[in-house]
């Protein structure tokens, strides 16, 4: 592979990422995870396509230069969700340096951990809001994209070796 192709999907990534940055200062997104995909996965390949066809480039160098792209994105995809949200090893860590020398001892911590809904209840509203998650009366039901998602999510812990619902 061409250093080129590195340099151009790499190049790539990076432009749909500060578009993403930009896009979210600018707006209040709601469905994140399906406008995430739409810039990562059909406006990057497709403003690459534009500019390697004007370039007029070999398929090959395209593909590989793609594949770098896709890499990346993939990857930025997939962390994202975690990125966003706040981390229960985090938050303890932001707890403790909040009570400076004097310090917390655990069952202080672990009442400050299990106060409100700050660990789980984001995440139910982002799910809802990205159509994962449907309410009917009182309860919370995944749509089809969401059992899709769960499905997948699945298969892959299944692929990786670890059990469904731990870790």
């Not at 090959?60 to 975690?82: D, G, W």
């Not at 994962?132 to 994209?145: E, F, G, N, P």
């Amino acid at each position: 592979m061409k250093v080129i192709c590195l340099f151009t999907g790499f190049t790539f990534f990076n432009l749909m990422l500060i578009s993403h940055l930009i896009l979210w200062r600018l707006c209040r997104v709601t469905r994140e995870i399906f406008y995430l995909m739409l810039i990562f996965l059909l406006l990057g390949p497709l403003l690459m396509g534009v500019v390697c066809l004007a370039g007029q480039w070999i398929p090959e160098e395209f593909y590989a230069s793609l594949m770098v792209y896709l890499s990346f994105s993939l990857v930025y995809l997939q962390t994202y969700p975690a990125l966003r949200v706040e981390i229960p090893t985090f938050r303890i860590l932001r707890l403790i340096q909040e009570a400076k020398t004097e310090g917390l001892d655990e069952r202080t911590i672990y009442e400050k951990m299990q106060r409100g809904r700050h660990l789980y209840g984001p995440k139910v509203t982002e799910l809802e809001n990205d159509r994962l998650l449907i309410r009917q009366k009182d309860q919370l039901v995944l749509s089809k994209a969401g059992a899709f998602m769960a499905d997948t999510f699945i298969i892959y812990r299944r692929f990786l070796g670890l059990k469904t619902g731990l870790g």
